[in-house]
């Protein structure tokens, strides 16, 4: 399993998964929903009850 550790502003704020990866999916006339994936669909990471985006 891969682990990755979530760095903000240089500010160490955890330790997550690759379970933890996620993407966003819109929909017509509903909330939008987060969706685990792949490394290569992923645009988010969950830490600490967080969404971070990678930039």
Same mark, same amino acid.
């Given at each position: 399993m /891969?682990?990755?550790?979530?760095?903000? @502003?240089?500010?160490?704020?955890?330790?997550? +998964?690759?379970?933890? /990866?996620?993407?966003?999916?819109?929909? @017509?006339?509903?909330?939008p929903l987060?969706? +685990?994936c792949n490394l290569d669909e992923a645009q988010y990471i969950v830490c600490a009850d967080n969404y971070y985006h990678d930039s």
């Open positions: /891969l682990y990755y550790k979530v760095i903000n @502003d240089n500010i160490f704020i955890g330790i997550s +998964t690759a379970l933890d /990866l996620c993407k966003y999916k819109l929909r @017509d006339g509903l909330p987060m969706l +685990t």
